[in-house]
């Protein structure tokens, strides 16, 4: 039996990054083996175990063969046969397929080193077709490694366009995309998940609603980028700056997907393309079973969006539908997610990246307003039900009013 490091803790190692998880692989030995040196098996598609002290995993050295279409469509070979260098040969990039020995010793058989310093992500073998969840992973470790200056070589954007082309995307799973999605999203440079999608065509399989914003024209007085695909795109990088949380980032690439089904004929504007947006989100979240938190930030800012940029104008009746829409009386913690997605929307274009956002703090006031708003007066009064909600709305009416006067 020979154990060795394999993948992420090699490569971040060689990074110089901080190693938090190891993974290892086993040569020469069964399943029997593990158990009775007291691992516990915990994987069902193929042998994996977790050690009896340290609870990190250890893997059987394996092959795959591909049987049928999809990433569950494999015939695994585990057996004590199976060498190093074959395992290392089915994983999915070169900076992946490097081992490390008892002894620190680095087994680097497919040029991992080399990649490593080149700063570019490279698949191992022809066998990288085989999975199509390695198009997602791909897109992720872009997000993840774009920031120390990592690129996807063009061979592998071009297997990527090869696999789409065939079918493959068509197999993924929703809760596959969206896992990997949701993890590129709390990475340092989100937005290189779906420009390598973008790039490798399978942006308009997996995310067709966003995929066909690119190319569509906006007012060039308010979004001086005009591409609509890009303004998504810098919103979602000013999100990174304002947010670590990944939903203010999902609800800043979902905000405008409505402008892409403006007709033509209507370009550049987008008349009512918040409704219209809302049900592309509510699709979309209903398609990949995105979590309730990620669906109702996104649904609130695609349909409100245009109505925070809007703060300084609105009319006191308007201001308080917003805010009783939004929630924002018992969900304040999503109202402050709401108005970070709002202004990286608004930052994200041209010349406006540093601009003052005024319209986030207007609100903030408009709610503290009505919360001082002391429904105990009403109470006294017997009022109940209806009436008392009644009473209540013209109350915080008023004190907006006053707050309107005043400014």
Not at 17 to 43: C, H, I, K, N, Y
Not at 67 to 91: C, N
Request: aromatic share 6%; net charge neutral; charged share 30%.
């Amino acid at each position: 039996m020979q154990i060795y490091m394999v993948g992420g803790a090699v490569r971040d190692r060689l990074l110089g990054l901080p190693v938090t998880d190891r993974d290892w692989v086993v040569v020469g030995a069964t399943a029997q083996q593990m158990e009775q040196q007291g691992f516990r098996r915990v994987g069902r598609d193929f042998p994996v175990f977790l050690h009896p002290q340290t609870h990190e995993e250890y893997a059987l050295a394996r092959t795959e063969r591909k049987t049928a279409p999809g990433y569950r469509g494999f015939d695994i070979d585990s057996t004590p046969e199976v060498t190093l260098e074959q395992d290392l040969l089915r994983r999915d990039l070169t900076i992946n397929a490097m081992a490390e020995d008892e002894h620190g010793n680095v087994i680097d058989l497919f040029g991992g080193r080399r990649d490593l310093e080149a700063r570019v992500l490279r698949h191992v073998s022809a066998a990288f077709v085989e999975d199509p969840v390695r198009i997602l992973r791909v897109a992720r470790f872009a997000a993840r490694f774009a920031p120390l200056g990592f690129v996807v070589a063009e061979e592998t954007i071009a297997l990527m366009r090869q696999m789409v082309k065939g079918g493959e995307c068509d197999a993924l799973v929703a809760e596959r995309v969206w896992a990997e999605m949701e993890r590129a999203l709390t990475e340092r440079n989100p937005g290189e998940f779906f420009n390598v999608l973008r790039a490798s065509a399978a942006l308009a399989v997996i995310l067709p609603e966003l995929d066909r914003l690119f190319g569509v024209p906006q007012p060039a007085r308010h979004h001086p980028e005009i591409d609509t695909g890009r303004h998504v795109m810098m919103a979602l990088e000013q999100a990174v700056l304002l947010s670590t949380r990944a939903t203010v980032r999902f609800a800043a690439v979902m905000h405008d997907l409505g402008k892409g089904t403006t007709p033509r004929q209507d370009w550049p504007q987008h008349i009512a393309h918040e409704a219209r947006g809302v049900k592309l989100v509510e699709q979309l979240c209903e398609r990949l079973h995105v979590p309730n938190e990620f669906r109702e930030l996104a649904v609130l800012v695609t349909r409100f969006h245009s109505h925070c940029h809007r703060a300084l104008e609105l009319r006191p009746e308007t201001m308080l539908d917003t805010l009783m829409a939004l929630d924002a009386l018992r969900r304040p913690e999503r109202f402050e997610e709401f108005l970070l997605a709002c202004q990286a929307d608004a930052h994200g274009r041209t010349g406006q990246e540093r601009s003052d956002y005024r319209q986030a703090e207007t609100f903030r006031q408009a709610l503290q307003t009505i919360q001082r708003v002391d429904a105990g007066p009403l109470l006294a009064r017997g009022l109940s039900g209806k009436a008392l909600g009644d009473g209540l709305r013209q109350a915080r009416l008023q004190a907006l009013r006053r707050n309107a006067s005043k400014d």
